[in-house]
Structure formats: C-alpha cells, structure tokens
C-alpha cells in the first residue's frame, strides 16, 4: 500500500518550486496570445508533483490551473492530470521519458478545437537546466501530424 519514491519521481521533482512563465498560444484560426503567470510546484510525499498556475488572460481575465504528475509503478508509465478555471473538462496524462532523459512526452485526449468530437494531444516537459524549463503543447493534425500551438518557458523565482 504504501510505494516508495522511485528515480522516475525523482525526475518529475526538477519543477519543485517557484517559476514565471510567459506561454506563447498560436491556435488553429491563426489567433495568437501571450500569458505571463506563476506556478509553484510542491512534493505530495515524494510521489506525486503538484503545480499550481495562475495569471490573466490576453483580454484581462484571470485563470488558474492544477497540473499533478506522478508515476505509476504498476504499470511503468508517467501519469497525471490538467485542470484549468478555463474549460469545463480535465486533461488525464499518460507518459514517458524520451531517449535523451531530458523530456517528459505527456499525451492525453480532450475536445477538438472545432468543437467536432475529441483529439489527441501531447504536452512536453523540456527540462533546460535547474532554472529553466519548456512546456510545449501540441494537437495532433488529420494526418497524425503534431502541431504545436503552445510555448512556454519557466524560469525559477
């Protein structure tokens, strides 16, 4: 019942603490938008990362969001959640390291951007140095294609 931190959780640990961020968005119409916010990201026990974001909108209303991230030692593969103040629907993540051991590839599954059934996406967890990190968001196009539509970067407070 009660796992032991595993070096996979180690990893996710690299985010623990204070950041701001500035998230460039390109959506599919062409639209375009920069948000600067915070997060701060704290340990549940060793197993689990919890980050906590929040800053205003490109049109001056405010958001905030929860993203968890654990590792699931039963079946070997990174796991977690979004959720924001924005969308009415959570984002479950399923995941894993990529061959250099520096990019947490997050995938999951919500609406489609044209409101027509469902999609797949992936966030990546870019790991720069112990003050910066990356976090991209991609959809995956009709021809199973991924097009990023989010850039973010986060710099330790």
């Known amino acids: ?7 996979e ?27 600067h916010g915070k997060m701060s990201c704290r340990s549940l026990g060793g197993m689990w990362v919890i980050c906590e974001s ?10 905030s969001s929860i993203m968890t991230l654990g590792f699931d030692t039963a079946d070997g593969h990174y796991v977690g959640a979004f959720v924001g103040s924005m969308m009415s629907n959570i984002w479950p993540y399923e995941g894993c390291l990529d061959e250099s051991g520096k990019k ?3 995938s999951s599954r919500g609406p489609a951007f044209d409101g027509a059934g ?3 996406y992936r966030d990546t967890i870019h790991i720069l140095d112990k003050d910066t990190w990356m976090m991209t968001s991609e959809l995956q ?8 539509f989010m850039s973010g970067k986060h710099t330790r407070c």
Do not use: R, Y
């Not at 929040?54 to 958001?63: K, N, T």
């Not at 009709?142 to 097009?147: C, F, K, L, P, T």
């Open 118 to 120: 469902k999609a797949n």
């Open 54 to 63: 929040g800053g205003e909108s490109a049109e001056g209303e405010p958001w």
């Open 9 to 35: 959780h180690q990893w996710i640990e690299q985010i623990l603490g204070e950041w701001e961020f500035d998230h460039d968005c390109k959506m599919p119409d062409g639209s375009s938008t920069t948000t």
């Open 104 to 106: 947490l590839l997050l």
């Open 141 to 148: 196009d009709e021809n199973g294609q991924w097009v990023e």
């Open 1 to 7: 019942m009660f796992a032991k931190p595993q070096s």
